[in-house]
T-cell receptor, first 111, second 112 residues
Framework: SQQGEEDPQALSIQEGENATMNCSYK?????LQWYRQNSGRGLVHLIL?????REKHSGRLRVTLDTSKKSSSLLITASRAADTASYFCATLTGGGNKLTFGTGTQLKVEL | DAGVTQSPTHLIKTRGQQVTLRCSPKSGHDTVSWYQQALGQGPQFIFQYYEEEERQRGNFPDRFSGHQFPNYSSELNVNALLLGDSALYLCASSLDLYNEQFFGPGTRLTVL
């Protein structure tokens, strides 16, 4: 079963604009990770935020985590056409390295 | 340095048949996890192998089985295929049970 959901399910923006995607989850986590998937192929790891962190940056990416609300957001600044993809949040809970994915946000960046 | 590789890329089977998918982990990684991704959905965890043993298992029937070899490569076997088994099967490897997972390109399985 899915751990949580991304919101919105689909997002269409113009190149240069910022894109924000939200993720909600259900149980306590060790960390939360964001992945990108192009055209139904393999997943690319974007960023990991631990449960004791509130914000993290990586290049044009900014991730926030609110454990009290069980939610996270991914901000992509100055979007490019190449950012067009599906974005998934995934949570790591308990022992081991089992990732539980959300339902994904389809981002389309138009020229 | 090669990343995670999977074979085959695409596969078409009929109901009731058996299938074997293969995965080679990223160099230096000893943990392999398998995920099933149905169309339009997020990946779902099938199981994870470490030191040639299944360490964790998701909510999948016994028709799904796996193996890890001494060189850390892994196989996913699915018996008695159902139409609902049609999906993208993703393999991921990591340094150990607790580190970031790197995903392969996936195997697209179609069951007719």
């Amino acid at each position: 079963s899915q751990q949580g959901e991304e919101d919105p399910q689909a997002l269409s923006i113009q190149e240069g604009e910022n894109a924000t995607m939200n993720c909600s989850y259900k149980t306590s986590i060790n960390n939360l990770q964001w992945y990108r998937q192009n055209s139904g192929r393999g997943l690319v790891h974007l960023i990991l935020i631990r449960s004791n962190e509130r914000e993290k940056h990586s290049g044009r990416l900014r991730v926030t985590l609110d454990t009290s609300k069980k939610s996270s957001s991914l901000l992509i600044t100055a979007s490019r056409a190449a950012d067009t993809a599906s974005y998934f949040c995934a949570t790591l809970t308990g022992g081991g390295n089992k990732l539980t994915f959300g339902t994904g946000t389809q981002l389309k960046v138009e020229l | 340095d090669a990343g995670v590789t999977q074979s085959p890329t695409h596969l078409i089977k009929t109901r009731g048949q058996q299938v074997t998918l293969r995965c080679s982990p990223k160099s230096g990684h000893d943990t392999v996890s398998w995920y099933q991704q149905a169309l339009g959905q997020g990946p779902q965890f099938i199981f994870q192998y470490y030191e040639e043993e299944e360490r964790q298992r998701g909510n999948f029937p016994d028709r799904f089985s796996g193996h890890q070899f001494p060189n850390y490569s892994s196989e996913l076997n699915v018996n008695a295929l159902l139409l609902g088994d049609s999906a993208l099967y993703l393999c991921a490897s990591s340094l150990d049970l607790y580190n970031e997972q790197f995903f392969g390109p996936g195997t697209r399985l179609t069951v007719l």
